[in-house]
């Protein structure tokens, strides 16, 4: 909150930038040291170098210790999308799985994952270079609200709209389509971007389609400087692998 609120009173647009490699060296050291594997799930590739960085970070760390074991997983997305494929992990690591059952059960959740949201402006996305300046022009000319969503870990447009309120019903409808079509609801998430009314109503509708109540969850500083204040989303996974082609 505190950022978004600086971020209001500033003419300046804040950068974001990825750890440095000595960052995950220390971190992968520390767990090898203590005589644990480790499993780094992390965002994805093709939205920050963080996954080369971490690849890097692990053959440092081999170089001074050839025996650890490392993997390290491109998440292949963002915020709790990318927070279910680390829990699936977690979650194997719990129970005792080997390091490639750690690896499978974060890259299986991946493919039971959705993620659509809707930004309240473009010119966020546009600034970050996440969509181009011809894109972000043309949606404002014509008054169009984009779903977006996450697919092969980029951010890409799921359908277009004239209105955030056909947004919201048309998210809320694929979100029910997919429980449907896919073994039924694993787990849901609401998401918001500094605003958590909007969230908290959104959620609400979110959970009538879910049959239970759905926790609103805020995004953090580094997604919300490109996505932009007041965006809403959805994101879940299903029992079954999930199409999003």
């Not at 647009?13 to 799930?41: C, F, K, N, Y």
């Not at 390091?99 to 309240?120: G, K, Y």
């Not at 389509?177 to 909007?198: C, K, M, P, Q």
């Amino acid at each position: 909150a505190a950022f978004y609120a600086a971020l209001a009173a500033t003419s300046s647009w804040p950068t974001t930038s990825q750890p440095s490699v000595q960052d995950i060296v220390d971190l992968m050291e520390e767990r090898v040291s203590a005589g644990h594997s480790v499993v780094g799930v992390f965002i994805s590739e093709l939205m920050s170098g963080t996954y080369s960085t971490a690849l890097l970070a692990r053959d440092l760390v081999c170089e001074k210790h050839p025996d650890a074991v490392i993997e390290v997983v491109d998440g292949r997305s963002n915020s709790l999308e990318l927070g279910f494929a680390v829990l699936a992990a977690a979650e194997a690591a719990a129970e005792g799985k080997s390091v490639p059952e750690v690896v499978a059960a974060a890259e299986e959740r991946i493919r039971h994952t959705r993620f659509l949201f809707t930004p309240a402006t473009l010119e966020d996305l546009r600034r970050g270079g996440r969509i181009g300046n011809a894109q972000a022009l043309l949606a404002t000319l014509l008054q169009i609200k984009p779903i977006l969503t996450v697919a092969d870990g980029v951010t890409d447009t799921f359908a277009k709209v004239r209105t955030l309120q056909k947004a919201h019903s048309l998210i809320i409808e694929t979100f029910a389509s997919d429980i449907e079509a896919f073994g039924g609801l694993g787990e849901a998430y609401v998401h918001h971007i500094n605003d958590r009314s909007a969230g908290e109503r959104f959620a609400e509708r979110v959970s009538e389609v879910a049959g239970r109540p759905v926790e609103v969850r805020d995004i953090g500083p580094v997604i919300g400087t490109h996505v932009g204040p007041g965006s809403v989303a959805v994101v879940y996974y299903t029992n079954d692998r999930l199409d999003k082609s």
